[in-house]
């Protein structure tokens, strides 16, 4: 409500003065509002005022000369709804006072039963009255702009498809990405059941009926499925309904929100099916690696047996050549022995699926030291660790990891230079970060990628012995622990091979 001040000016307009002045004098017996008056005796006049005089209410009379009340009322309501109007009529006039209210009139009085009071409650009646249509008017204006703010926004969502729903699941209103998602103009569908977009065997299914009883009873429901297009074509869709209640908690509707995502899922089925062919072809590569690999073992071996059986039983029948042959032929057989075993190695890694275990990261280190003591006495290496965590895996995977990551540290040094060798460790919240510090020759920083691939050598055989496996195993490993594995180094300056090993994601996995 608004606050009536205590002055006011009246516009009255009439054309006959006794009126003007029985109504001034009525005005004036009301000793708490002190009224200001300008009068008119016609229509022309009156309209003027209107513009002038910004009067706070108009008495208006109904039968005036050349245009009557009525059409005065609809000249002023037309350019100024914020001054109450107030209809004077003759007695017995109430068609014309409804006719008055209906064209914006605020109040209506009888000229022939007025009073003071009467007048100043009609007054203020109109004035309160007039503040309140203006303030409706006001913020269904506002309500009308956001409202249709709101249906651009919809409407500018091509990818969606809105639909507003009945409680029985009837389209009340939809966008127009609907229109062009489901083909239908919005006249095919205004009242049509949801279920016009689902499949025959959804619908056999109820399939509709349920999604709307879910979303009812939480709230809402999200699902994948097939829809149908108006011209029968089916596409995959991602929906969502949500039930709309109103304040006391009765189901009022639903609104549908629906997402094509038929070229998702083709992506994702195609990108499945390269993986699954992916993961096919690797598995029967390393089946055939490891079926190779160890059916070659035994022939090899025999090769380099029986040629150190030659050198040693028959070596004093060669000359100098033929020995020199022979030696090559025990030297390459052992090369190939090597790699074979390599690979053998590498190849058994993911076959080895003996769950999740504790490993006890001290006791294999311990393993490392004692599999490679006479290695580390041969160099006078020196080899130091942290206290080691308690890790979930393969221990015996852990401790080949180590092995080759120390081997390689005692292996790449400069010639005469004692290994010193640390394997290091820090919590890092969700993982633990191991570390294994070398002072060898280091690596080119050119090559810090390609040593984790299998085969990769920077030195050859003759230099320092070895087959490009070792690292591709310890890769192997960590990544099938969940970790990752890299190396820092420079030329000369030794390396650091750093390990991010989950603690987390391996105590799911025991869990599981
Ligand atoms: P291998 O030792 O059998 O050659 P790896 O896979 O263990 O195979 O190593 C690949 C290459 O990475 C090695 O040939 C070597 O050049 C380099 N490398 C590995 N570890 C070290 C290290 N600690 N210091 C310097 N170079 C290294």
């Known amino acids: 409500m608004t606050q009536i001040p205590a002055s006011l000016t009246i516009l009255i307009i009439d054309d006959n003065p006794d009126d003007r002045d029985h109504y001034v004098r009525l005005l004036k017996k009301n000793p708490d509002m ?4 300008h009068e008119a005796s016609e229509s022309k006049a009156g309209l003027d005022l209107v513009e002038d005089k910004h009067p706070d209410c108009i008495l208006l009379d ?25 209809l004077l009529t003759g007695q017995g006039s109430e068609a014309i006072a409804v006719q008055a209210i209906k064209l914006g009139a605020d109040d209506y009085l009888s000229k022939s039963s007025m009073t003071t009071e009467g007048l100043c409650h009609a007054i203020h ?34 990818d969606y498809a809105f639909c507003w729903l009945d409680r029985e699941g009837r389209i009340e209103s939809w966008n127009s990405g609907a229109e062009r998602m489901m083909g239908y103009g919005a006249e095919e569908v205004i009242n049509r059941h949801i279920s016009l977009f689902y499949t025959a065997e959804e ?17 809402n429901f999200a699902n994948e499925a097939w829809h149908v297009r108006k011209d029968g074509g089916i596409f995959w869709v991602s929906s969502q309904i949500d039930a709309l209640f109103d304040k006391e908690g009765t189901l009022t509707g639903f609104v549908k929100i629906t997402r094509d995502i038929t070229e998702r899922r083709n992506a994702e089925r195609e990108r499945q099916k390269l993986f ?13 690696a490891y079926v190779a690999s160890h059916d070659m073992q035994e022939p090899v071996r025999m090769v380099v047996n029986f040629s150190k059986i030659l ?16 030696t090559f032929i025990t030297e390459s057989g052992e090369r190939i022995y090597h790699m074979i075993d390599d690979l053998l190695d590498y190849a058994r890694i993911d076959g080895e699926d003996d769950g999740v275990m504790e490993i006890n990261s001290m006791v294999e280190i311990h393993h490392v030291v004692e599999n490679l003591g006479m290695l580390i ?24 990891l180590m092995q080759n990551l120390v081997a390689n540290g005692l292996k790449y040094q400069p010639p005469g230079n004692s290994p010193i060798i640390h394997i290091g460790v820090r919590d890092e919240g969700n993982e633990w970060h191991l570390s294994v510090k070398d002072n060898g020759i280091g690596i080119d920083e050119a090559f ?64 599981a």
């Not at 109904?62 to 107030?86: E, H, W």
């Not at 990769?456 to 890769?475: A, D």
């Open 34 to 37: 002190v009224f200001c008056y």
């Open 62 to 86: 109904y039968s005036l000369p050349g245009l009557n009340g009525l059409d005065v009322l609809k000249q002023i309501k037309a350019v100024r709804t914020d001054i109450p109007v107030i």
């Open 125 to 158: 009646m109109a004035m309160q009255y007039n503040y309140l249509q203006n303030k409706i008017m006001e913020q269904t204006q506002l309500l009308l702009t956001k409202e249709r703010r709101y249906q651009q926004l919809i409407d500018g969502v091509h």
């Open 203 to 219: 619908c056999t299914n109820e399939a509709p009926l349920k999604a709307l009883a879910m979303a009812m009873a939480h709230k």
């Open 276 to 288: 699954d062919r992916l993961m096919q072809s690797n598995m029967e590569l390393e089946r055939f």
């Open 311 to 326: 050198a040693q039983d028959f070596g004093n029948r060669l000359d100098e050549e033929g020995i020199s042959y022979l």
């Open 377 to 400: 006495q041969e160099k006078g290496a020196k080899i130091t660790w942290d206290v080691l965590p308690t890790l979930y895996g393969n221990p015996m995977q852990f401790m080949r």
């Open 448 to 511: 810090i990628r390609k040593i984790f691939e299998p085969f990769r050598r920077l030195h050859n055989w003759e230099e320092i012995k070895g087959t490009g496996l070792g690292l591709s195993v310890c890769k192997k490993i960590v990544e099938s622990h969940g970790g990752k594995i890299w190396v820092e180094s420079q030329l000369g300056q030794g390396s650091i091979f750093h390990i991010s090993f989950p603690k987390e994601s391996a105590n799911r996995r025991i869990a």
